[in-house]
């Protein structure tokens, strides 16, 4: 199985983002093979999504002291 980084460093051909996953699960030898369908250029890798900070959580409500009558 290959990386994109591999593919993009070795196989010099424009693969579109909509193969990325089915070349993701090939062998070099098959990736090189496949690759011959598309033109040469540089592949668009896509950029890893920046890490979202988690919001902070919110606090429980203090419980409320049941009111006794007196008699």
């Given amino acids: 199985m290959v990386s994109l980084e591999w593919a993009q460093e070795n196989l010099g051909r424009a693969i579109p983002e909509n193969w990325h996953r089915e070349l993701l699960a090939m062998s070099e030898e ?16 896509p950029k890893p999504e920046p890490a979202k900070k988690a919001a902070p959580k919110k606090k429980a409500a203090p ?3 049941a009111s006794r009558k007196e008699d």
Avoid: W
């Fill in 30 to 45: 098959k990736a090189r093979m496949f690759a011959l369908r598309f033109p040469k250029g540089s592949m668009n890798l």
């Fill in 63 to 65: 419980k409320k002291k």
